[in-house]
Structures are given as C-alpha cells and as structure tokens.
C-alpha cells in the first residue's frame, strides 16, 4: 500500500506565496494536481524519479517549481492568484510518463487525500 500526506496547504493574499510537501516512501514517478470547485482535476507538475525531467501546466510555468528530495515532493508555488485555489492532490506512479500523458489523472494509481489552497484577492 503506498501512501501519500500531504501538507503546507492553506490561505494566502494574490501574490504570495506558498510550498506545498507530499511524504512518500516509494521511488516513482510523482506529481502534483489541483481541483477547484466544479471543475475537473487538472496536473499542475510532474517529476521523474531521478528529477531529471519535470513537466507543467502551461498555467503554472515559470511560477511553481516542482523538486524531490528525501522522502519528500514539493511543490513551491510562487505569484499565487485567486485561480490557483483548489484543492492540490500529490500523486506517484511506477514506471514512466512522458509529456503526453503525464497531466491525465488516469496515467496515476496512487493518490493523497489532498489539501486546500485558498487565493484571495
């Protein structure tokens, strides 16, 4: 059984900042998605197992920053907007993904029971 935790959500002003951290005990592939109300669930960053690769939501490119270090996913989310806020799940998959699928929920098998993000403007 793998597990994901979560933590570092919560509430921050439009322009702030925010990191984000997953504990993990499994060497996979591992990623970061987001829901907002209503909507579907959306990847927002991937990272490989060795971090030599890592993908973005074009909404998200050049502001968040996705790393792995020790057990640890992180996700540091830089110039937050009020269309960040969702609730952010970290995901992990065996084996690979590529830029082509790595942002569909169902290249994913194991998911953390997520955390809140709230932007406000």
């Known amino acids: 059984q793998v597990q994901l935790v979560e933590s570092g959500g919560g509430s921050v002003q439009a322009g702030g900042s925010l990191r984000l951290s997953c504990a993990f005990r499994i060497q996979y592939y591992m990623g970061w998605f987001r829901q907002a109300p209503g909507k579907e669930r959306e990847g927002v960053a991937a990272?490989?197992?060795?971090?030599?690769l890592t993908y973005y939501a074009d909404s998200v490119k050049g502001r968040f920053t996705i790393s792995r270090e020790n057990g640890k996913l992180y996700l540091q989310m830089n110039s937050l907007t009020p269309e960040d806020s969702a609730i952010y799940y970290c995901?992990?998959?065996?084996?690979?993904?590529?830029?082509?699928?790595?942002?569909?929920?169902?290249?994913?098998?194991?998911w953390g029971q997520g955390t809140q993000v709230t932007v406000s403007s």
């Open positions: 990272i490989s197992v060795g971090s030599e």
């Open positions: 995901a992990a998959k065996a084996g690979t993904l590529s830029s082509t699928n790595w942002h569909t929920e169902d290249a994913w098998k194991y």
